[in-house]
Each structure stands twice: as structure tokens, then as C-alpha cells.
């Protein structure tokens, strides 16, 4: 092969360049002006936050780049980053705009704590879930944990309501009042929760389009429900009694007198 010169001469390629043979990218990736090579992975049997920090941290002790290399780290962990630095903040306001709320409505802080405390209630059946299916925290099972939080927080309400009523308006003795509470709201909860689970539950085990993002969240809240149904009726009622039953004690002492 020869090239022609600007005074006409043709000129041999061998002359002007070294021609060899060797294996290289097919395409060449530029971003911002500059070079990019990307190095894809699959992460499997382990969350992708943790995956990023310890590649990071092997990275960096192990590699030592010239000047004018960088490494830039992208990819669907980003978005947990993102949503976890969001939700650090969104979680403790809503608890404490729940807070105010229900102290609003009760005007006392133990039956506050008593219904709040429904609260990691129903988020251990929803950890418990994650791990017997062996899923990771994500976003998706992030919004599942939010979403519990409406309904916990409803049960516990409604209970709280309920024991306040029984001793206020009909005289019930403390002990008496919180096993009529929990004999009361027996058959609504099942019901409630029952529908929510029969319509979760496909969700949970679907293996369609989409079918990542909706497993871990309907995983979360099928677990969650279910705890909060079994627990909240055992445990909610015994939290009042050692926590609010001082003063439904004097309420009802004051009311003989």
C-alpha cells in the first residue's frame, strides 16, 4: 500500500507507520472528551452496597493509577445510596410528625408510646421475611417497610382507642378493659389483614416483567402484616398495662370516688 504525498511522490505505508496485528476493544468509548473503559459485574448472594464498599476499598489498596486515570463507580447501588441518605431523613420525621399527631389526639404520651410501639411489630415479620427468602435490603423492600408503617400504626391506634373508650365511657377495670380491646379488634384485624395478604401473596412469588422490584416489597409486607397481626393482639395489650396502666388505674379510682 503506498500513500500519496503533497508533491505527488507516492510513499510506501511500511515507511510511515508500524502495521501490526494485536487484540484490542472493537469500540472505543469516550465520556467528557476522554477515554472510558467499563467493567461490568453481575452481583449475586449479597447486597450491592456491601459489594461496592469492599470492591472500593480492594481497589484502592491494590491498584495505583497514572496520572490522568480515574475510576468512577455507577450502577444500581447508586440508587440505594441515593434513597437510603432520603429515607435517613423522610423515617424519623414521619415517626415524629405521627408523633405530635397522636399526642394531639390522646394528650398523653404513654398511650403515644403504646401505639407507636406497633411499629417494629410489624417491621420484625418484615426483616424476618427478607432473610427465610434470602433477599437483600433495596429500595423496593424499603417502600414495603414504609408502607407498614401506616398499617402498624393503625392497629395500634385503633387498639389504644378502643381500651381508652372501655375504661372512660364504660368503667372497665384496666385488666378487663384490655382483653375486651384486643377480643374487639380480633375479627376487624383479620379481616383487614387477611384481604391484604391474599392480595400480596402472588406478588410475592411472581417471576414475570418486573417481578425484582415487586417480590422483595410484597415479601416485606406479606412478613410484616403477618407479624403484626399475631403480635399486636398479644403484645399491644401488655405494653398497656405496663405502660399506660397507671393511669387508667386513677381514672377509674377517681371515678368511683
Same mark, same amino acid.
Given at each position: 500500500m503506498v500513500v500519496g504525498s503533497p #508533491?505527488?511522490?507516492?510513499?510506501?505505508?511500511? @515507511?510511515?507507520?508500524?502495521?501490526?496485528?494485536?487484540? %484490542?476493544?472493537?469500540?472505543?468509548?469516550?465520556q467528557d472528551g476522554k477515554r472510558q473503559i467499563s467493567v461490568r459485574c453481575n452481583i449475586r448472594d449479597r447486597d450491592q452496597g456491601s459489594f461496592?464498599?469492599?470492591? @472500593?476499598?480492594?481497589?484502592?489498596?491494590?491498584? #495505583?493509577?497514572?496520572?490522568?486515570? /480515574? +475510576?468512577?463507580?455507577?450502577? @444500581?447501588?447508586?440508587? *440505594? /445510596?441515593?434513597?437510603?441518605?432520603?429515607?435517613?431523613?423522610?423515617?424519623?420525621?414521619?415517626?415524629? =410528625? +405521627?408523633?405530635? +399527631? &397522636?399526642?394531639? &389526639?390522646?394528650?398523653?404520651?404513654?398511650?403515644?408510646?403504646?401505639?407507636?410501639s406497633s411499629i417494629p411489630l410489624a417491621l420484625i415479620g418484615g426483616v424476618i421475611a427478607l432473610l427465610i427468602r434470602g433477599y437483600h435490603f433495596n429500595v /423496593?423492600?424499603?417502600? %414495603?417497610?414504609?408502607?407498614?408503617? %401506616?398499617? /402498624? +400504626?393503625?392497629?395500634?391506634v385503633l387498639y389504644v382507642s378502643r381500651a381508652n373508650r372501655l375504661i372512660e365511657d364504660y368503667g372497665l377495670p384496666l385488666a378487663d378493659a384490655v382483653l375486651e380491646a384486643a377480643n374487639i @379488634? &380480633?375479627?376487624?384485624?383479620?379481616? #383487614? =389483614?387477611?384481604?391484604?395478604? *391474599?392480595?400480596?401473596?402472588?406478588?410475592?412469588?411472581? #417471576?414475570?416483567?418486573?417481578?425484582d422490584v415487586q417480590r422483595p416489597l410484597a415479601t416485606v409486607i406479606v412478613g410484616g402484616l403477618a407479624s403484626a397481626l399475631l403480635l399486636t393482639l398479644i403484645?399491644?395489650?401488655?405494653?398497656? *398495662? &405496663?405502660?399506660?396502666?397507671?393511669r387508667g388505674n386513677h381514672q377509674n379510682e377517681a371515678r368511683r370516688a
Amino acid at each position: 500500500m503506498v500513500v500519496g504525498s503533497p #508533491t505527488g511522490g507516492r510513499i510506501p505505508m511500511e @515507511q510511515l507507520a508500524s502495521i501490526r496485528l494485536v487484540d %484490542g476493544p472493537t469500540v472505543i468509548q469516550r465520556q467528557d472528551g476522554k477515554r472510558q473503559i467499563s467493567v461490568r459485574c453481575n452481583i449475586r448472594d449479597r447486597d450491592q452496597g456491601s459489594f461496592v464498599e469492599e470492591a @472500593q476499598a480492594r481497589v484502592a489498596s491494590a491498584i #495505583t493509577l497514572p496520572k490522568g486515570y /480515574s +475510576i468512577n463507580w455507577g450502577g @444500581q447501588f447508586e440508587n *440505594l /445510596s441515593r434513597a437510603a441518605a432520603r429515607l435517613a431523613i423522610v423515617i424519623p420525621l414521619t415517626i415524629g =410528625m +405521627i408523633f405530635l +399527631i &397522636l399526642y394531639a &389526639l390522646y394528650k398523653n404520651v404513654r398511650h403515644v408510646i403504646v401505639a407507636i410501639s406497633s411499629i417494629p411489630l410489624a417491621l420484625i415479620g418484615g426483616v424476618i421475611a427478607l432473610l427465610i427468602r434470602g433477599y437483600h435490603f433495596n429500595v /423496593s423492600a424499603g417502600v %414495603g417497610f414504609i408502607s407498614l408503617f %401506616g398499617v /402498624s +400504626i393503625m392497629s395500634g391506634v385503633l387498639y389504644v382507642s378502643r381500651a381508652n373508650r372501655l375504661i372512660e365511657d364504660y368503667g372497665l377495670p384496666l385488666a378487663d378493659a384490655v382483653l375486651e380491646a384486643a377480643n374487639i @379488634q &380480633l375479627r376487624p384485624r383479620l379481616m #383487614t =389483614m387477611a384481604l391484604a395478604l *391474599l392480595g400480596l401473596i402472588p406478588a410475592a412469588g411472581a #417471576t414475570g416483567i418486573g417481578s425484582d422490584v415487586q417480590r422483595p416489597l410484597a415479601t416485606v409486607i406479606v412478613g410484616g402484616l403477618a407479624s403484626a397481626l399475631l403480635l399486636t393482639l398479644i403484645v399491644l395489650p401488655a405494653l398497656y *398495662l &405496663l405502660i399506660a396502666g397507671d393511669r387508667g388505674n386513677h381514672q377509674n379510682e377517681a371515678r368511683r370516688a
